[in-house]
């Protein structure tokens, strides 16, 4: 497991990973978040003001008896769809990241009375978002930090954007409608609306290299306006990349696997012509 860049991060993940494994002792989370173990303990005395953490009489760290870390309930049904969303994600993302890892953790423990097994993959699928096989990106884990706090408030936001030939970067005032996966790209995209253009834009995350509060209220257009726009996007995005994918050539690996995802048969043409 990679070393959190962050000790809210690391907090995050000794939450998880000690009601995953009740009774796991300090020097193991050392090892596994790969900090000194004085370190886990200073940790262990911020989280339990928040949580009734305790020691058993192995020295190891366990919630109470029937405590839990939320109180959401769902049906064997509703946990399907939890999984299948968390799913999603893990497929999605080939990034470090200790918040939808900790995300899953406690929603894989919320459905764990209906449904132990599922509960267990989930976990194991937030360990592998944490583990040492995901890309490390510090700037992303900043970019998406700046991205969710202006869009929770509403504000506009000043992005530092690499263009598709990766040569220069671009400003963008925006304001943010939407966080979305993409699975072609093994990343987020967020929608955004340049008010003064009246534009509608597309940034993948992975190429935003700081995101800037203007401190601007930002009003989200009408939902079927957002809707409207949302699938234009993708339409557009499509066909964009499938126009530019010659020219741009085979190292533009994701541009020929979204172009591939969004515009089909006409996009398998062009790849087979560079196979």
Not at 86 to 102: E, G, M, N, Q, V
Not at 129 to 136: A, E, N, T
Not at 233 to 260: D, Q
Request: net charge neutral; hydrophobic share 35%.
């Amino acid at each position: 497991m990679k070393v959190s860049s962050t000790k809210a991060e690391r907090l995050l993940q000794i939450e998880g990973i000690v009601a995953d494994h009740p009774g796991i002792h300090r020097s193991e989370l050392a090892r596994r978040l790969g900090v000194h173990k004085s370190t886990i303990g200073r940790d262990i005395d911020d989280l339990s003001v928040l949580y009734p953490l305790v020691e058993d009489e192995n020295g190891g760290l366990l919630f109470p008896e029937g405590y839990s870390l939320d109180s959401i309930t769902f049906s064997s049904y509703e946990a399907v769809y939890v999984y299948l969303a968390c799913k999603l994600i893990t497929d999605t993302l080939d990034r470090h990241s200790p918040y939808a890892a900790s995300a899953i953790r406690k929603l894989g423990a919320a459905i764990e009375k209906v449904s132990p097994s599922l509960s267990d993959v989930m976990t194991t699928d937030a360990d592998k978002l944490d583990g040492s096989r995901q890309i490390i990106d510090e700037t992303f884990i900043s970019v998406i930090e700046g991205l969710t706090e202006n869009w929770i408030k509403h504000t506009n936001v000043r992005l530092e954007y690499n263009s598709p030939n990766h040569k220069e970067l671009r400003i963008y005032e925006v304001g943010i409608i939407r966080i979305l996966p993409n699975r072609p790209g093994g990343t987020f995209v967020v929608l955004t609306f340049q008010e003064k253009e009246k534009k509608l834009r597309l940034f993948r995350i992975d190429r935003i290299k700081s995101v800037t509060s203007l401190e601007h209220k930002f009003e989200v257009p009408d939902n079927p306006e957002v809707e409207r726009k949302l699938s234009e996007a993708w339409s557009i995005c499509g066909r964009g990349l499938l126009g530019k994918l010659e020219r741009w050539g085979k190292s533009m690996e994701f541009n020929k696997c979204v172009a591939v995802g969004a515009t089909g048969v006409g996009a398998m043409k062009i790849v087979e012509k560079w196979n």
